[in-house]
């Protein structure tokens, strides 16, 4: 096994924003299970949660404009990949300043 970090086209979630994007990234991930996850973002419970104040805050900073309207997509786009890191992956290492961060996600061994 190599001893440098594989990305794939997608560092952690970084651009996966499109569907293609996302399957393309599940697709990878799927693949090749024998290969570790390191990041923060990946093996973060937070990674798909929204949170609509935040990211009207965030939107209304970026555009110097208020966003004030509804938000109509609350669910994030990259569900897809934390449903199945949640469900085929356990923690090795969880996130630490010492390891800046980030974590590191084995699959899961198989039940017997």
């Given at each position: 096994?190599?001893d440098?970090a594989?990305?794939?086209?997608?560092?952690?979630n970084?651009?996966?924003?499109?569907?293609?994007?996302v399957?393309?990234?599940?697709a990878?991930?799927?693949?090749?299970?024998?290969?570790a996850?390191?990041?923060?973002e990946?093996?973060?419970?937070?990674?798909?949660?929204?949170?609509?104040?935040?990211?009207?805050?965030?939107?209304?900073?970026?555009?110097a404009?208020?966003?004030l309207?509804?938000?109509?997509?609350?669910?994030s786009?990259?569900?897809p990949i934390?449903?199945?890191?949640?469900?085929?992956?356990?923690?090795?290492?969880?996130?630490?300043?010492?390891?800046?961060?980030?974590?590191l996600?084995?699959a899961?061994?198989?039940?017997?």
């Amino acid at each position: 096994m190599s001893d440098q970090a594989d990305y794939g086209r997608y560092e952690e979630n970084e651009n996966a924003i499109t569907v293609e994007a996302v399957q393309e990234k599940l697709a990878e991930i799927k693949d090749h299970p024998e290969k570790a996850l390191l990041g923060q973002e990946q093996l973060s419970e937070d990674t798909c949660r929204i949170d609509v104040a935040v990211e009207r805050q965030e939107l209304s900073i970026l555009f110097a404009f208020p966003q004030l309207g509804r938000a109509l997509h609350t669910q994030s786009g990259r569900q897809p990949i934390c449903d199945y890191i949640s469900a085929q992956y356990e923690s090795e290492q969880l996130p630490t300043p010492e390891n800046f961060e980030h974590g590191l996600g084995v699959a899961k061994s198989p039940k017997k």
